[in-house]
């Protein structure tokens, strides 16, 4: 795991809600996968906050993105939140059950 990696895990009676911090590496992904396998019995939404990151690792993203079936059969959505949201969340759920959301980013520009 990248040294400066850490995950805070909140949950109140219906959601979970993962803080990713620091450099997102392969270990860290296990770490990640971990958490979502743990809690996913227990609730059935789970935001992943992305703004904290510091720096995603490719081979992190590939191991995270191809390792999401040890998810498979739960139904779980996946709100992944933050600056890093688009990079982190896989492109296309591979699992029957799993819902992935990202948001879209808020438009900084004045309005005309």
Known sequence: MAINFKISVHRNSENLHVKLMGDFDGISAH???DILKRYSNRTSRVFIHTSCLET???FGLNV???HLDVLK???LELLFTGENAS???PEKPRLFDLI???PPVANSGTTP
């Open 31 to 33: 770490e990640l996968l």
């Open 56 to 58: 995603i690792n490719p």
């Open 64 to 66: 995270f993105h191809n």
């Open 73 to 75: 059969g739960r139904s």
């Open 87 to 89: 990079q982190l969340a």
């Open 100 to 102: 992935i959301t990202v």
